[in-house]
């Protein structure tokens, strides 16, 4: 067992108003060049909203996912069961996954997956930006040591041209790196 530490953004539904700064940060951060354009679809938190009940969640991108999911859940917000939340109002808009289903936590121009990197950078940032921008104080981070399993993970490129092959097949993926490395 080694220990990790885990990096967690932490939300405070009672604070949320739903104003989605953290969407836009986390958009400019991420842009390529850095802060050079806001396109809220690059964004890796999205704020959902139930105007009716007053209630705004934002959920941050997770994981990639090959298959769509065949779970629902329920989630009880502050304990109230008129709050409740079943596969009626869209449960896929409080998962994190990327999956085929949906376009949620794509990159908009290539489809690879988007999952939040906690603004992970060099030099490191004091929090990340959707916690900096967070007017409302809902959003808090937190790192904590935790000791876990040594498995090797996967990094963003493996997880994209994992993305990819599933998408396009191996071999087109393979010839298409043929193709680059020969130009290079």
Not at 133 to 158: G, H, K, N, S, T
Not at 159 to 176: N, P, R, T
């Amino acid at each position: 067992m080694a220990k990790k530490t885990v990096k967690i953004i932490k939300v405070d539904l009672d604070k949320c108003h739903g104003c989605r700064a953290c969407e836009v940060a986390c958009a400019a951060y991420h842009a390529k060049p850095k802060y050079g354009a806001v396109n809220p679809a690059r964004s890796r938190v999205r704020v959902y909203r139930d105007e009716l009940k007053n209630v705004f969640v934002p959920v941050f991108g997770t994981f990639y996912t090959k298959s769509e999911c065949a779970a629902r859940h329920m989630y009880r917000i502050n304990g109230n069961d008129q709050s409740a939340y079943d596969e009626d109002m869209s449960v896929c808009s409080f998962c994190g996954a990327t999956c085929p289903s949906r376009d949620l936590f794509k990159e908009p121009d290539s489809g690879l997956p988007l999952k939040c990197d906690v603004c992970e950078s060099d030099p490191p940032l004091e929090k990340p930006m959707c916690v900096k921008w967070c007017l409302a104080d809902a959003l808090i981070y937190e790192e904590r040591e935790e000791e876990v399993e040594d498995q090797p993970e996967f990094d963003e490129v493996e997880v994209a041209i994992e993305s990819l092959v599933d998408k396009f097949g191996m071999e087109k993926v393979l010839d298409g790196l043929a193709r680059m490395s020969k130009s290079s």
